[in-house]
């Protein structure tokens, strides 16, 4: 709903000079994944697994075996705020290390 939202307001605010798009991280090493009540803690004590093994099992799943690093999701944001890709609007950018396979 999100990126059909962004491609909207891209098409109605482009001629305006605004530009509109999306960046969708998908796990990403912050405490969100990997602190006390994150979310490998979270399954791991729901299927009483540690959490370090929850954590691998996610990364095993990313093409990149491992999990997005946070300053690597600012680098695109400020790729996609610089004057660089002034002409990209409406587009959808995933960050994932290759998990979700679909397009």
Sequence with gaps: ALVNLAKSLSKEFGGRGVRVNTVDPGPVATDLWFGGDGVAATIGAAHDVD????????????????????????????LLSSVRTANVTGADFTIDGGLVTTV
């Excluded at 075996?65 to 680098?75: K, L, N, S």
Aim: hydrophobic content about 55%; overall charge negative.
């Design 51 to 78: 959490r370090e093994a929850v954590a691998a099992g996610a990364a095993a799943a990313m093409v990149t075996g491992r999990f997005t690093r946070p300053e690597e999701v600012a680098d695109i944001v400020l």
